[in-house]
């Protein structure tokens, strides 16, 4: 009976050292397992949903109700079709660049990047420099030909109190209103179903886009927005001269019920 309580003790102190190498061993290769398990895989941040293949960026869609027909990309040239480059302007994230003498606008982003479009500019656009804001902005646009238009163009007399908007409107899709001082300088952005003048000197209008490209401008551009207009992207161009004129007017005025941005 003496021999009874020595076994025990010899017992549980094999149990305790058995269990303790058990646990180090636990400990040990829950360490290894920690160290060698791959970690959760790096999510990229998900693109610009508006910049996809040219395809897709310009395809057929409905849009407020209105069918917009595709563009034939493939008749456009690569540099006038809407992407994403470095900031040539050095303005700052928000600011809108015209560039006259290539035919671009840039929409400047944050990280020395900017969103580039190929325009069209008409004898208004391309004759007027300066620097303007975005002040008010219209969806599906009705556009009126102001009298001194119809003057010249009396065919156009049936549209004196407005042409419907739709895919035909020489307005387009979206109409951006440029203000200086608080006036109105009869200067606008807007879109166009004349695709093939992209790049190109119109007859008329300001700056042109292809629909699906003012779209994608138009809703980048919620507030006022600064706006430059040069006749180049150099040094020069940069500071000249601002003219006073108001651009050739394109439409009677801007919408009673367009959207005025603050």
Known sequence: MSDIPLFFERLNRRAFLGASALGAASVALSACTTTDVAP????????DPAFGDAASMYAARVDEGYQLPAIPVAKVDPKFVRQIVSDPTGEKPGTIVVDTSEHFLYLVRDGGK??????????????????AVVQARKKWPVWTPPPEMIQRRPELAKYKDGMPPGPHSPLGARALYLFRDGKDTMYRLHGTPEWDSIG??????????????????????????????RP???????IAAVSDRTAEPIDA???KDAEMLR
């Open 200 to 229: 190109k000197n119109a007859s008329s209008g300001c700056v042109r886009f292809m629909n699906q490209d003012i779209i994608d401008l138009y809703s980048r551009v919620d507030g006022v927005a600064p706006v430059f207009v």
């Open 114 to 131: 900017a969103i580039r479009y190929g325009v069209s500019l008409g004898k208004a656009g391309f004759g007027w420099t300066g620097s």
């Open 253 to 255: 005025g801007v919408p």
């Open 40 to 47: 959760p895989p790096v999510t990229a941040a998900p693109s």
């Open 232 to 238: 180049n992207l150099s040094a020069a161009g940069k």
